[in-house]
């Protein structure tokens, strides 16, 4: 695997993206299309930058403020081999992972059968939120999704359990 992932962006330190103070990158490609997307500049497969993952990695393990990650995107599923490294690296420091994706939980289940690079991801996070975003199910209010449809899912847990486990916010 070459090291370099493509991102559109990174927040250093977002306390908007999941709980207590972050790291997130944004990943740069998604093929969703949602009708109403906050970020199509982040569509295009070949935009954004490549940057190193190594380099990503150490930056964060030096700020100890950080508890911990989060994918967003675009569509970190679109590069799941390079994000399921990243997830690997932070896991065995103790932080507590995110990731976003306009996939549903049940898509991805299916998709983990046949690609590694999925079963990996998925393996080594702890909370995704799931679910292409739905103009008609925008609601104010909502924390850490921007529709109704989209759900907040304990990925450990409903592994485990064989059933989606999903949490409130
Ligand atoms: S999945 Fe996210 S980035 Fe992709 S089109 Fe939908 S809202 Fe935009």
């Keep these: 695997m ?15 993206n999941g709980p207590g103070m972050r790291r997130v990158f944004f990943a740069q490609g998604c093929k969703h299309n949602c009708e109403g997307c906050f970020n199509p500049e982040t569509h295009d497969f070949s935009g954004g930058e490549e940057k190193n993952i190594d380099d990503l990695i150490k930056d964060v393990l030096k700020n100890k403020m950080i508890k911990g990650i989060t994918f967003s995107g675009g569509d970190p599923l ?12 932070f896991k065995k ?4 992972i995110w990731c976003y994706t306009g996939y549903t939980f ?6 983990m059968k046949n690609e590694d690079s999925i079963r990996e991801l998925i393996e080594n996070i ?17 924390r850490f999704r921007g529709s109704s449809n989209q759900r907040i899912i304990d990925v450990k847990e409903s592994l485990k359990q064989e059933k989606i486990s999903i949490l409130e916010y």
């Design 2 to 16: 070459n090291k370099t992932i493509r991102l559109s962006g990174i927040a250093y330190e977002s306390l908007v």
């Design 126 to 142: 702890d909370v995704l939120v799931d679910g292409r975003f739905e103009i008609n199910n925008k609601k104010e209010g909502l």
């Design 106 to 111: 049940e898509i991805l289940l299916e998709k």
């Design 78 to 89: 679109e590069q799941a081999d390079k994000f399921s490294y990243m997830a690997k690296a």
């Design 93 to 96: 420091s103790g932080l507590n």
